[in-house]
Structures are given as C-alpha cells and as structure tokens.
C-alpha cells in the first residue's frame, strides 16, 4: 500500500544566503551596480519602491540600468512587484543582508 508522501516547501520570500554565498556573489556586483542598489534601498527606506524610469539619467544611460537591474533581481538582492503601468522594485531579504555586507565594508574602510 502506498504511502502519500507529504511536502514541505520552504518560503523562498524568506530564504537567506549563507555568508560564503553572500560573499561571492558581493564580489560579482561592480560599483555601479552598487550604487544602483543603494538607490533600491533608499527608496525603500520611505515604503515606496524605486522606478527605473524615474532616475535622473535613466534614459542616457539605460543599458547600464537595466543590466544592473537585472543582476541585483537574478541574484535575489532586489524583486519587482507589477503596480498597474509601473514596476517599482523593492529589497529582499537577502538584499538587506547584501546592504548590512556593504555597511560593515564600509565601516572597515573608514576605520582603517
């Protein structure tokens, strides 16, 4: 007689990177990128979302942008949540460990 075999799925909303992954995947971001990410949480920072096409020099510089995008959203640091005509993206949880990463590397460099 068969057994039902029962699931449990883990809540991908709410998985997080172990630090080597963390690490690694740090070193894979440049600095633009970066600091397009800095943008993402500083908007999240007042509950709204950042939207691509709201950023000063989006349009002179909108393949840069969208390859940034693109790379925080592949590597879970960032997700997209479709508002109607916009597309606002907001940090995950494993965005805010990649964000307390770059404030302790930053402390590092001021400290030294």
């Not at 909108?62 to 940034?68: F, I, L, V």
């Not at 790379?71 to 606002?88: H, M, N, R, W």
């Amino acid at each position: 007689m068969n057994q039902p075999v029962e699931y449990s799925y883990k809540d991908l909303d709410q998985l997080e990177y172990d630090a080597n992954t963390l690490h690694f995947l740090r070193k894979k971001l440049d600095d633009f990128t970066i600091e397009v990410f800095r943008k993402i949480v500083n908007e999240n920072k007042i509950h709204r979302g950042l939207i691509k096409a709201r950023i000063d020099d989006f349009h002179s510089m909108r393949k840069r942008y969208d390859a940034s995008f693109l790379v925080l959203e592949s590597q879970g640091f960032i997700e997209k949540k479709e508002d109607g005509t916009a597309t606002p993206y907001f940090v995950t949880i494993r965005g805010r460990q990649l964000g307390q990463l770059l404030k302790e590397e930053k402390l590092k460099r001021e400290g030294l």
